[in-house]
């Protein structure tokens, strides 16, 4: 019997042990129906020559925060290190923008004041606007005076979405303030933020959802995990399913506050029984957090910071309290997934999901640890031991991202504790790896080229070379150890007869380059449940994916992500989200 589509003429990766490689693949309607040699390959109504270009599963970006994608009304400071910049991009918009209230902006780096974080000061003489900038990771937001003023935290009021710093000498605000990303994802946060802030309004947060579904679909990306999601958003996901929207499997992951209580939880419940689910968009994890960031000393440390005597952080809650409120999501039936970048951090996870599974007997859970940027040799053996998900992003461990701040935080007698990927994957443990957009880069060419490499886009300096990874074992891991993670690894990550069809044809045999040249590569064409959602070349008659169109008044963006240039966003420093 004919096939739908024949895809033949090149390498064909296919991450099934009783068949890791194939000539030629068929599809009929969303699922894989023959695998094998061209030889023997089925009759079919249409075809896509390969030339001798690589096919592999879809890419499962684990940890995307779709929500987070770039603001079409914000100014852009990614990559900016002098705030000669920052000052000069935010007084240009603010005079091109005349009818905005706010000016937002995005992506800014601790370090753009050298020595110390970012001051309302640092603003002074640039607006008269009030100006709301976010850090590059979501940790943090910086104010100027105008905005201090407008949302009352000039004269000592609070705010649900952070916690305000304090001039230690004269306990005047400072601008700066810490905690946002896991105190904006609450009720009570989001709600002012909405209330407050134009960047959060539901209209500019569903662009960024769609426009980072129409990058992913241009990535190879067929599958989406949004990691963060407030209960008070999920209709945003509801809307892009009506609009057309919701091309790459997306699944939500929803925020439990540590602080939220049993009726948040039963909220939940109701949450996953009421949303509407299918096979484009699926509810179940539930994000925690662990700890914070290494960058600004927030991360939970088992040993004193290197450049900072006597401070190790904090977890995010009391450890005899997290480990309870873990045993009792697990009780609940959810997959748990946890944020946890410092080593204490980590541990506290390990043994919340110990505990529970000594204490509910539930074992094949696969509650992930997402990050696992500076792990303690005595724990790496836990994950096999636990079943525990290592959810990482390789461009996390580029000297790109973290030669500075985090190594000079970490101290480099633990830097061989960084980002383990190759130990991780030789323990057993399952692995799967991802973006983290926008945070780093949503390109998988670049991920997997920082797993190989663990150096700059640009090739130098790199570090820890002990955990860097064949192409193989990192394409499997953006693979299928992103189907296995979410309990998908019978129908997503491999090609075999009876899978959907979720595949991906990269413009050249990745096998076959050096690791620098995966970085001039890209997705020809990618295909989910049989049909194209990106066709550069209309190969099975479909089209490009949009690209991100500015905003025609003159957005803030500084790059409008074309769809022949993957890397033009790139960070300097990186903590996590």
């Not at 067929?222 to 963060?228: F, R, S």
């Not at 836990?382 to 580029?398: C, D, K, N, Y």
């Not at 590569?521 to 049989?530: C, E, I, N, S, Y």
Request: proline share 6%.
């Amino acid at each position: 019997m004919a096939v739908d589509t024949l895809f033949t003429g090149g390498k064909i990766r296919t991450f099934d042990p009783a068949q890791p490689w194939a000539e030629a693949l068929g599809v009929t309607g969303d699922r894989i129906t023959y695998v094998g040699s061209a030889a023997d390959a089925p009759a079919a109504r249409r075809t896509v020559q390969l030339e001798g270009r690589l096919l592999t599963p879809g890419v499962a970006d684990t940890h995307n925060h779709l929500l987070l994608g770039f603001d079409d009304l914000a100014v852009s400071l990614d990559q900016v290190q002098s705030l000669d910049v920052v000052r000069q991009r935010i007084a240009e918009f603010a005079e091109t923008h005349p009818e905005l209230e706010w000016v937002c902006a995005e992506n800014a780096l601790y370090s753009v004041v050298e020595g110390r974080r970012p001051r309302a000061d640092d603003l002074v003489g640039v607006t008269d606007k009030p100006v709301f900038i976010t850090t590059y990771d979501q940790h943090s937001v910086w104010l100027n005076r105008p905005a201090l003023a407008k949302l009352g935290i000039l004269n000592g009021g609070d705010i649900a979405w952070g916690n305000p710093e304090l001039d230690p000498t004269t306990g005047e605000p400072t601008g700066w303030v810490t905690d946002f990303y896991t105190s904006a994802m609450t009720i009570n946060g989001l709600a002012e933020l909405q209330r407050d802030i134009p960047m959060y309004s539901p209209d500019r947060r569903y662009r960024k959802i769609t426009n980072s579904l129409e990058m992913a679909a241009r990535s190879g990306i067929t599958t989406v995990v949004e990691p963060q999601v407030p209960l008070a958003e999920l209709d945003l996901f509801a809307r892009a399913e009506r609009e057309g929207k919701l091309t790459s499997r997306t699944i939500a992951a929803i925020y439990h506050p540590v602080g939220a209580d049993g009726d948040f939880r039963s909220r939940i419940t109701e949450a996953i029984r009421d949303t509407p689910q299918h096979e484009r968009f699926k509810l179940g994890p539930v994000k925690l957090y662990a700890d914070d960031v290494i960058e600004p000393h927030t991360a939970a440390m088992l040993e004193d910071y290197a450049n900072r005597p006597g401070h190790r952080g904090h977890p995010s809650l009391e450890p005899t309290e997290f480990t309870k409120l873990f045993v009792e999501l697990d009780r609940l039936g959810y997959q748990v997934h946890t944020h946890a970048t410092g080593d204490w951090g980590i541990r506290m996870t390990l043994d919340s999901i110990e505990a529970a599974q000594r204490q509910n007997g539930r074992t094949d859970t696969r509650h992930g640890i997402v990050h696992v940027e500076c792990l303690s040799p005595s724990d790496l053996p836990r994950f096999a031991e636990l079943g525990v998900v290592a959810a990482m992003q390789p461009r996390h461990a580029s000297p790109d991202l973290v030669a500075g701040t985090w190594m000079e935080n970490v101290g480099e007698a633990r830097w061989d504790r960084a980002w383990r990927f190759k130990s991780m994957i030789e323990s057993g443990a399952r692995v799967t790896f991802s973006s983290d957009w926008q945070v780093g880069e949503m390109d998988p060419l670049i991920g997997l080229y920082s797993a190989m490499t663990r150096a700059r886009l640009d090739g130098t300096d790199p570090w820890t070379n002990d955990e860097r990874l064949d192409l193989d074992r990192a394409l499997r891991a953006y693979t299928q150890g992103g189907a296995e993670a979410f309990h998908h690894e019978d129908s997503l990550g491999v090609l075999r007869v009876g899978a959907l069809a979720d595949v991906v044809v990269w413009s050249g045999d990745l096998y076959a380059m050096e690791p620098a040249e995966l970085l001039a590569q890209r997705a020809d064409l990618t295909v989910v449940g049989g049909a194209p959602i990106h066709d550069a070349h209309g190969e099975l008659g479909g089209a490009a994916a949009a690209t991100r169109a500015q905003d025609p008044a003159g957005a803030g963006q500084a790059c409008a992500e074309p769809a022949d240039d993957h890397h033009c966003h790139s960070h300097a420093h990186t903590p996590t989200a």
